[in-house]
């Protein structure tokens, strides 16, 4: 006999909307999950969502045999900005097919490798920018990371240098939060409120990406290049199954969609700095590290698989901020109900709609002694090696599993590296204490970091 699903009290017809903040969603599942455990279920306006968060349960929803990605909520209403990309085409679309094909040869390590130059040069620039400021100046870690996050994007896959890490802030940055924002809250509203108080924000944040989007596509156009990046590939390439190629309104769909999701890669690395300012015996471990590989030699692409503590760095700070919170999933279309999980000990519908909380699988005390510890030599060599396959889901699973993460990766060792090599940080509230809100990612709010030229 199968375990009743544990669930909040709610209210008749609103359910329990009340347990979710639709201004900080992430954190209100953090927060169930740390009261109900591996599995929960809320209703919120009739419909029913069932939430996992362990390895095990992870692990098995991440059989493709029996479950798929999931395309619906919040994930829906940002094709206003995007329609069908290769981040929100429903599965029984052709189109996310046809797209990948033609990309994904962009995203391959060995591919991503020849933009490590453009995300380290804009990194130290970066850094040169903190070190001219004035001593003990304090800095936002997430607005500077947002920064230089949309200005290596822009460059390496679309050969456009905006110069945006000093000045106003790019607005497609302001935009990309508040669409989606209003994306995450969309759902849990009634339409006829969506429409009457907030369409036209929604729309004007939608239509702010896209012409960020159509200047990189003009300004390509008008300045002609031998680079054969990711938007070359856009305007160019055929898929190799159909023949076909993207036009000019796909182009802008997968040009808006990429920085939606590399915004998760500031977030690791705001958060990295928050866990070492924490643990400043990491800094020094880290920073010996990069001495003894890099030196004062030039830092090269070829010396990333010879820093392996940094690499533990950037994988336990993907595991304790769950920067990319989680992804869904429903079983597979054909599938008759109702669904066992856990070896029977759970059951669902079979049109059941489920999230992964990485925030409660990343804690997974029956895989991680002291889960809440921050401790870079669990993910290094062996340690990593053993884990399970569910305790890796940091970007995602299977055939939709995040595109961009061999470049994410890079970026975020990169930075990771160059700030730990030219910049010493101190926290300019001593007190702080993490906090996290976020929409399609996690990230620290209120961080504030005091930076200066290292001392060597």
Known sequence: MSTPIPKPPG????????????????????????????????????????????????????????FRKFVGGPIVEIRNAVHASLFTAFADEPIWDVHHRILAPQLTPTTVADHFTEVRDCAAELTAKWRGMSSGASVSAMGELNRLDMETTTLCFYGRKLNGLTGPEHPMIKAMDGATSEAIKRPTRPKVLNWLFHQSRFQKDCKTMRQYAAECLEYRKANPTDRKDMLYTMMNAKDPETGKSLDEKQIIDEIVTMPIGSSTAPCVIASALYYLLQNPSCITKAREEINSVIGDYEFTHIHLDSLPYCAGIVRETLRLSAAAPGFNIEPLPETQGPVLLGGGKYQVPAKQTMIIVLHGVNRDPAVFEEPEAFKPERMIGEEFEKLPEGAKKWFGNGKRVCIGRNYAWMWNMITLVTLLKDVDFEMADPGYRLEQDGWFNLRPVGFDVKVKPRVK
């Not at 954190?27 to 362990?54: A, C, N, P, R």
């Open 11 to 66: 209210v008749p017809l609103l359910g329990n909307i009340s347990d979710v903040d639709p201004a900080n969603t992430w954190v209100s599942l953090q927060k169930l999950w740390e009261k109900y455990g591996e599995i929960f279920k809320i209703s919120v306006l009739g419909q029913q969502i069932v939430f996992v968060g362990s390895v095990a349960l992870c692990e098995e929803l991440c059989d493709e045999k029996r």
